[in-house]
């Protein structure tokens, strides 16, 4: 069991990725803001959040591992499943339908999230207030 721990130890320092220790108050109130949908005969198109079925905007709390919609039509949370910190970026990965990432900068505010599905691919792009 040491052995296993110290090679994961030894793998997240290698790679630079750093799990985050989220702090109580650690929560971001983001806008999405573009989406695109690609399907891999057919391109990419883009789409309004309204389009996609998703909110405009989301608070993200570290600290609970969950993504809650703020928008009163589209009214839902989601679980994060892991959260790691990687050169200025904060990384969180899920699942909601499908397999999805987000990256969210550290310094501004940026993020992008990428999900994908079965032959299908969404990104959405936004901002977050930082603390």
Do not use: Y
């Not at 052995?3 to 109130?29: F, K, N």
């Not at 959260?83 to 550290?106: C, D, F, K, P, Y």
């Amino acid at each position: 069991m040491a052995r296993i721990s110290a090679l994961l130890l030894a793998i997240i320092v290698l790679s630079g990725a750093v799990p985050v220790m989220a702090a109580d108050g650690d929560i971001r109130t983001c806008s999405l803001t573009k989406g695109l949908e690609c399907v891999s005969d057919e391109g990419c198109v883009e789409w309004t959040m309204e389009e996609m079925s998703l909110p405009r905007f989301v608070r993200i709390d570290l600290a609970s591992r969950t993504i809650t919609s703020l928008d009163k039509e589209v009214k839902r949370t989601s679980k994060i499943a892991s959260v790691e910190r990687l050169n200025g970026l904060i990384i969180l990965h899920g699942t909601e339908q499908r397999g999805w990432s987000m990256a969210l900068a550290e310094d501004s505010g940026n993020l992008t999230i990428s999900a994908s599905g079965d032959d299908e691919g969404f990104i959405v792009f936004g901002s977050c207030i930082m603390p």
